[in-house]
């Protein structure tokens, strides 16, 4: 979900409403990537996305969106867009450690797979430089062979 389309922009609008406008939709948009990043579930906050949340990422006080001018438009759309956001969360701190640990849980088997991955193959590389050893013993006493049957030819 982009929040480009919340939070009304109006022609003549206080450059310090503007401001806090972009810094909100900056905000929106930096925790819907964190979400994207961290495999569904918001690293920080106890992995709660709430309107302080949002308020404290863009440096807007809560009381803010309380105003006339905030309250029936901004508001509205930042609730509408926390409720978007949210559905797809785990929103309990118990649900979020699960999920967590779950995460943790399938990279740490990666990371053992990889490992039996890398260890065999520098089994493989090291038979393989073993076998190049041997390649180029036997190449330099073919080489030493084909030599002297130069020599002792003329």
């Known amino acids: 979900m982009t929040s480009s389309i919340f939070l009304p922009s109006t022609d003549k609008a206080?450059?310090?409403?503007?401001?806090?406008?972009?810094?909100?939709?900056k905000a929106m948009a930096e925790i819907e990537a964190d979400i994207?990043?961290?495999?569904?579930?918001?690293?920080?906050?106890?992995?709660?996305?709430?309107?302080?949340?949002?308020?404290?990422?863009a440096d807007v006080k809560k009381a803010t969106l309380q105003t006339p001018l905030h309250k029936d438009t901004t508001r509205v759309q930042i609730l509408a867009w926390l409720d978007s956001v949210t559905?797809?969360?785990?929103?309990?701190?118990?649900?979020?450690?699960?999920?967590?640990?779950?995460?943790?849980?399938?990279?740490?088997?990666?990371?053992h797979r990889l490992e039996a991955e890398l260890q065999a193959a520098l089994l493989q590389l090291g038979l393989a430089e073993q076998r190049i050893k041997v390649l180029e013993v036997e190449?330099?006493?073919?080489?030493?062979?084909?030599?002297?049957?130069?020599?002792?030819s003329t």
């Open 139 to 152: 190449r330099a006493e073919l080489m030493s062979r084909q030599l002297d049957q130069r020599i002792g």
């Open 36 to 57: 994207a990043s961290h495999q569904g579930v918001y690293p920080f906050n106890h992995g709660r996305v709430t309107q302080s949340e949002l308020c404290r990422r």
């Open 14 to 25: 206080n450059p310090r409403t503007e401001a806090a406008l972009a810094r909100l939709r």
């Open 87 to 111: 559905a797809g969360l785990t929103v309990t701190r118990d649900a979020t450690r699960e999920k967590v640990t779950a995460a943790a849980d399938t990279l740490a088997a990666e990371v």
